[in-house]
């Protein structure tokens, strides 16, 4: 069974911190991961994708990729009260399908 | 990255009865997905609708409940049939983007409610 594990949360932040959130897989044969931001009422949206082991960075995003652990994070920077949402890991398999996390419920306190 | 129209937005229904969900990519793909979510939960996938082929269900799911029409690069419907209220979910299409390190578009899905 493939598997995509995150903590639920709820992650709770103040305004203008890092939030960190972490993701393991157990499909060894995933070849690409993403971090979608969902809303609540809303469909996933795609933040970032990553599948070069080390870290990928767009604007307050950061994702980083360990292959050997089967280890996947998102920090933000800068963390503001409009990324209070939900955040769900993705691992795609070698099917093609996306195999998705818990998500993890972040909270920015202004 | 595809734009996805799914209709319709949000229905309610009679138990017992059919809804069918239909997603219209403004490209040719290739695979589309049919994922679920139910409250509070995270998305599962239901199946993997392929163009001239039979879908392709997962663990869990069975053509006579969920069954799916793909009859062309651009359109599917997914039917959720004699329904119950544990049906009561959130119901997405998606399509890949392209190269590996493209991410998947999502429909704005479908809120349904069985009573």
Known sequence: ?110 | SAVISQKPSRDICQRGTSLTIQCQVDSQVTMMFWYRQQPGQSLTLIATANQGSEATYESGFVIDKFPISRPNLTFSTLTVSNMSPEDSSIYLCSVPGTGKNYGYTFGSGTRLTVV
């Open chain 1, 1 to 110: 069974q493939k598997e995509v594990e995150q903590n639920s949360g709820p992650l709770s932040v103040p305004e203008g911190a890092i939030a960190s959130l972490n993701c393991t897989y157990s499909d060894r044969g995933s070849q690409s991961f993403f971090w979608y931001r969902q809303y609540s009422g809303k469909s996933p949206e795609l933040i970032m994708s990553i599948y070069s082991n080390g870290d990928k960075e767009d604007g307050r995003f950061t994702a980083q990729l360990n292959k050997a652990s089967q280890y996947v994070s998102l920090l933000i920077r800068d963390s503001q009260p409009s990324d209070s949402a939900t955040y769900l890991c993705a691992a795609r398999d070698q099917g093609g399908k996306l195999i998705f996390g818990q998500g993890t419920e972040l909270s920015v306190k202004p």
